[in-house]
């Protein structure tokens, strides 16, 4: 029986070429499981980690239970405080037995004040639309003018203010 050729040609996943490097780098800051870092938002629930991050994961002299640290802003520390025993949980489910026995909310940046900037996932506030013009709006009354059905007439004025301005900008 012949070898088997290598159906891949040379080419590795990429998982298999990163897998060590990142378990290096998150095993400085304490994770064991690299898991609880890419993701968090499945561990945690979308509704946390809009609000906070794992930042490190502390071990003790005594080995019993490590603590999880928790970056977040100072307005969602309450919200977050209460609900540090459910997260507990959470994150003691992935690693498989009770490895976190505490659970730390810190409301600075993980890096320190001068470089740290507090950055979740969630969604940025949308901008106003800015107010329409009047000159466009008449404009566009004036070129439906001629339609009978008041409706029809009121839906294309509409349509046709919101070209203008699109173009206008």
């Keep these: 029986m012949p070898p088997r050729r290598a159906s891949t040609k040379g080419f590795k996943r990429t998982d298999s070429l990163l897998t060590d490097q990142i378990r290096r780098a998150s095993e400085t800051r304490g994770f064991a499981q690299s898991r609880l870092l890419t993701q968090w938002a499945e561990i945690a629930g979308e509704d946390i980690a809009a609000i906070a991050r794992p930042v490190e994961v502390g071990y003790g002299r005594g080995g019993m239970g490590a603590t999880l640290t928790l970056l977040t802003t100072g307005a969602n520390a309450p919200m977050l405080e209460m609900q540090k025993e459910k997260l507990r949980q959470k994150v003691n489910a992935i690693y498989g037995y009770n490895a976190i ?68 900008r």
């Excluded at 026995?101 to 639309?129: C, L, M, N, W, Y």
């Design 101 to 168: 026995a505490r659970v730390r909310i810190t409301q600075t940046a993980a890096t320190g004040f001068a470089e740290g900037k507090v950055d979740f996932s969630h969604q940025k506030p949308k901008a106003q639309p800015p107010e329409p013009d009047p000159a466009l709006r008449q404009k566009a009354a004036a070129t439906v003018g001629p339609v009978s059905d008041d409706g029809l007439r009121e839906a294309l004025a509409r349509l046709g203010e919101n070209i203008l301005n699109k173009n206008k």
